[in-house]
């Protein structure tokens, strides 16, 4: 049972973004759930929209789908990965433009009694009303506040943060984030950063009650004791949270330095063992995998990684994961490339490339993906794997981009395409779903489209069948599955039999038969080219692999055990 006085823990974070408030949120999380209290996160975006469904990847990272079928923040991933539960975007995710919303509805229906209606008063006690909300069923909210302090954007959420601590000092606490440089041309690390950022939370009312310090390497006595003088934070209360091979080790670092027990204290929770043999023992092997274990390199071909001389992960932080988690299970060290689909379109990179993939890779991963930018690299792609009997996984966009290679190669429809893609083709083998084309019209793009967890109905010995079977079980009843969706277009039905006859196997359908969720080649023709409209990677977690990523490397491994 919930405890009679809930406790409410915010992560903020200063200096720079990016910081890892979100791992920070996601391992206090951890270790407080392995406590044995029930805890809820939550993620408070500073941002206008209402969810995420509409920013570029590049912008905002992966977005990520709740099974309530919410577009939210990639950190709600994080959240999911490391407490092994999951989560309702409707509650455990907010935006401003949420809050925003409801003031001006609540206005609209006269809910403020004809009051004049105030940013500074009204926004801030919207906020706590969606924050207290998830009191009723946990003892302890842990809150990640976006952005970084100093922001204007945010100072509304730092308001209310302000209001609940004031309101009740024993049940609230505050930890931020700070970045401690270590410049090369000075050879050591350096603090001000983090106190400036510690001071504009002064400014703000609030005093931190903990620092997590992230830094290239771990913060010393001294800058520790400067920093606890100029702050007024105790010493005990600073934490060192240095660059790690794997973010699954945070827990321990933080464990490590006791973070658990003094929040306990600091939020009068009776103290309570630490239950967490399971996750030490899945970041130990790991950690041994990496030094020590056979590595297989997976190509992944996407479009959402380059920013300028950049490469972005965070586009797909997801199917990232799931290769780790099951590289882990299958005792493989995961070594991922990055593969800019684009250049599959050029021939004179082309050719360099396959070479590389060849000779180099064991797996190919095509990812989803939106629009008609690369849809060609992609498909060439495809039959690269294809034609060379290279594993394959084909995630949404991706499953459809392997329909659309097989039409136009095995079946001779050449000009076979997507209608995404090329709205006059004559052979659309990707169309729109009938109940999708009026929100096109009516240019309603946002949390219109085909969203959260939908039933799959699982084709008997098929290799999608065998990988449930074989790695998850408890997840497949009566050859059915439920998996996460987020898409708007689909295989037409029109050359499913077509399709069929040429040696595609439509193995995963809708109930009701009217919706492909997966394809794939029997064994005899590949060794593994499976597609999915569904996306099995934002099921994957450290301790539950997914079976489908696991089946994947599975077939990656085998030439090298050869």
Not at 147 to 166: C, K, S, W
Not at 173 to 193: D, N, Q, R, T
Not at 243 to 264: A, C, G, I, N, T
Request: with cysteine; charged share 25%; hydrophobic share 35%.
């Amino acid at each position: 049972m919930p405890s009679k006085e809930p406790k409410f823990i915010f992560v903020s974070g200063g200096v720079i973004s990016g910081l890892g408030k979100g791992i920070s949120t996601a391992s206090l999380s951890l270790l407080l759930k392995s406590c044995g209290y029930k805890v809820a996160p939550l993620k408070a975006d500073m941002y206008l929209n209402l969810d995420a469904g509409t920013m570029n990847p590049l912008e905002h990272g992966e977005v990520f789908v709740t099974d309530d079928g919410t577009e939210t923040d990639e950190d709600l991933g994080h959240y999911e990965r490391f407490l092994g539960q999951p989560l309702l975007g409707k509650v455990n995710y907010l935006t401003m433009g949420q809050i925003y919303d409801h003031v001006i509805r609540k206005e609209r229906a006269l809910g403020y009694a004809g009051k004049c209606v105030e940013g500074h008063v009204h926004v801030p006690e919207e906020i706590l009303r969606r924050i207290k909300a998830l009191a009723v069923e946990n003892d302890v909210i842990v809150v990640e506040v976006g952005g970084t302090v100093g922001e204007y954007q945010n100072v509304l959420f730092f308001e209310a943060i302000r209001r609940l601590m004031q309101q009740s000092p024993k049940n609230t606490a505050l930890v931020h984030v700070v970045y401690l440089p270590v410049p090369k041309f000075l050879g050591e690390m350096k603090s001000k950063p983090a106190q400036a950022s510690v001071y504009e939370l002064y400014k703000l009312g609030i005093q931190p009650d903990f620092l997590v310090c992230r830094s290239e390497i771990g913060i010393d006595t001294k800058r520790r004791k400067t920093i606890s003088f100029n702050t007024g934070i105790p010493e005990e209360n600073i934490i060192s949270a240095p660059d790690l091979v794997s973010v699954y080790r945070v827990p321990l670092v933080f464990k490590e330095q006791k973070l658990h027990e003094k929040m306990q204290k600091r939020l009068g929770l009776r103290k309570r063992k630490l239950a967490f043999t399971h996750w030490e023992a899945f970041v130990n092997k790991s950690d041994k995998i990496s030094k020590n274990g056979k590595s297989v390199k997976i190509a992944i071909a996407g479009k959402y990684f380059a920013s300028g001389d950049y490469v972005l992960e965070d586009s797909y932080v997801c199917v990232v994961e799931a290769v780790k988690h099951a590289c882990w299970k299958l005792g493989v060290n995961p070594l991922i490339q990055w593969f800019n689909i684009e250049d599959f379109e050029d021939n004179n990179k082309r050719k360099a490339l396959e070479a590389t993939v060849l000779s180099e890779y064991q797996g190919i991963i095509i990812p989803q993906g939106w629009g008609s930018r690369g849809v060609e690299g992609k498909i060439r792609a495809v039959e690269f794997a294809r034609k060379n009997k290279i594993p394959f996984l084909g995630l949404c966009f991706g499953m459809q981009m392997a329909v659309i290679e097989y039409a136009r190669n095995v079946l001779g429809l050449t000009k076979a395409n997507t209608l995404e893609a090329d709205p006059k083709t004559p052979d659309p083998v990707i169309y729109i779903m009938p109940d999708q084309e009026r929100y096109l019209q009516e240019k309603k793009y946002g949390g219109t489209i085909r969203l959260g967890s939908w039933p799959c109905v699982v084709q008997k010995g098929s290799l999608l069948e065998q990988s449930y079977t074989k790695y998850s079980p408890k997840d497949i009843t009566a050859l059915t599955i439920n998996e996460r969706h987020r898409h708007r277009y689909e295989v037409n039905n029109a050359y499913k039999k077509r399709l069929t006859a040429a040696g595609i196997l439509f193995s995963g359908t809708s109930p009701d038969g009217k919706l492909a969720e997966a394809v794939e080649l029997a064994k005899s023709e590949h060794p593994f080219f499976v597609g999915t409209q569904f996306h099995p990677e934002y099921k994957s977690s450290p301790l539950k692999p997914h079976p489908l990523f696991c089946a994947f490397i599975e077939s990656c491994v085998q030439p090298l055990s050869a």
